[in-house]
């Protein structure tokens, strides 16, 4: 049994769980310096914490091996992959199965640190930065995740995320949205599936109501955003690329998979 000197190391039976997934190193080449497992421990060290990658403390492996394990995985397409699978895996637990057939879109605009990178200005919320769009199921387990600048409209951001639903997703027939995405979007994500049609069901916010309202399956989006940025690193964006951030966020829900799992 393997001492867990921090909360986000990874537990005996999650690092089972999790190790047939992560890719097999190669043959080739000197010997690696740092177990997988330690390298794991130390990503998820710097997401929960929130700190800068040459912060990661110095009884784990060292940042630049962190790092480069890092890009290594988002380059192969590996976190990705390991966050669909636990998806299913845990999809199944729940008593569903592994295909969804209705889904909740939403967006949560966050601000950019001062690494370079593209953002934008979301006059709604008032936040200069990045929007993460997600697509999750009913247990708030995401499908799809986009991100892009905060000036990106939530029905333009959603035709990003949507764009691969019927090849990644055949089976969806339901999402529900907020008002923010009324209008021509409706028509549109009609017309993804030219097999099965897809229903876009917008839940509106009483207008009698005052101050906060829980709105059916509206909250299980929300819940998501709140799980992730229990993460430090993701109460901001502070990624200098696109595909770092959508990173982060499927890290984020391979921890809590794992620890549901």
Known sequence: MTENLYQS???????????????????????????????????????????????????????????????????????????????????????????????????????????RGPRGYDAGKKVKGRKRHILVDTLGLILLCQVHTADVQDRDGARLVLAGLEKAFGWIRLIWADGGYAGALVGWVNALNRHRK????????????????????????????????????????????IDSAEAMVHIAMIRLMLGRI
Request: hydrophobic residues 35%; contains cysteine.
């Open 198 to 241: 897809i229903r876009l069901e917008i839940v509106k916010r009483n207008d009698d109501a005052s101050g906060f309202e829980v709105l059916p399956h509206r909250w299980i989006v929300e819940r998501t955003f709140a799980w992730l940025v229990l993460q430090r690193r993701l109460d901001q964006d502070y990624e200098t690329n």
């Open 9 to 115: 190391d990874l537990t005996d039976d999650q690092w089972e769980a999790i190790e047939s997934m992560l890719p097999a190193r190669s043959a080739k080449g000197r010997p690696p310096l740092y177990e997988r497992r330690s390298l794991l421990d130390a990503i998820f060290y710097l997401l929960r914490s929130g700190c800068q990658w040459r912060m990661i403390p110095k009884g784990m492996p060292h940042w630049q091996s962190c790092y480069r394990y890092f890009a290594m995985l988002k380059s192969k397409g590996a976190w990705r992959r390991i966050h669909d699978l636990l998806r299913e895996r845990l999809r199944l637990a729940c008593g569903k199965r592994k295909a969804p057939s209705a889904g909740v879109i939403d967006s949560q605009s966050v601000k950019s640190s001062c690494h």
